[in-house]
């Protein structure tokens, strides 16, 4: 049943960003994950090619900057499913470090906060944590969910 619930969840998110990468220049190997060939610098993770930092942080814009420069994105988040995928990676591609920035920006204060990669903010978080941003304030996600953050906080970071 589980490793039914991962293929569902990688064909989810293989379909998404098949869709939005260009084919000539994919950031995501969509294999098998025994099979993902990852370009350098990116590590193989349940069929994802995935950048970390850790154990270095950076502050949100240098988070920003870092996945941009790699022509990436810090993951969005568009279910419950999605969340439990990026909380529990924590334990598994980090040496402690227990959070990361998402590449979630407040557009206006009091407007639910805005993905950068362009999907739509269709979950709102278990408790409603993306429903209302606060400029220069960020979202960290932890083995626990989200949390909210100044912008000016370290964390490291994480690009797909």
């Known amino acids: 049943r589980t490793i039914m619930k991962c293929a569902a969840l990688l064909l989810t998110v293989g379909t998404v960003w098949a869709a939005i990468l260009p084919q000539d220049e994919p950031r995501i190997a969509l294999a098998a994950a025994a099979e993902v ?9 349940f069929g994802l090619c995935v950048y970390t930092s850790d154990p270095e942080q950076r502050m949100y814009e240098e988070a920003v900057a870092n996945c941009s420069a790699m022509r990436a994105f810090a993951p969005s988040i568009h279910s419950r499913t999605d969340l439990s995928f990026w909380s529990a990676a924590l334990s598994t591609l980090t040496t402690g470090n227990a959070h990361f920035w998402l590449n979630a920006y407040c557009p206006k204060a009091g407007q639910p906060y805005s993905w950068m990669d362009g999907t739509s903010t269709d979950y709102l978080g278990p408790n409603q944590e993306l429903a209302n941003c606060v400029p220069g304030q960020g979202l960290h996600i932890h083995p626990e969910g989200f949390y909210i953050y100044p912008h000016s906080y370290a964390a490291s970071v994480l690009c797909v």
Do not use: H, M
């Not at 060939?37 to 993770?45: A, I, K, L, S, V």
């Open 37 to 45: 060939q990852c370009r350098e610098g990116f590590q193989p993770y």
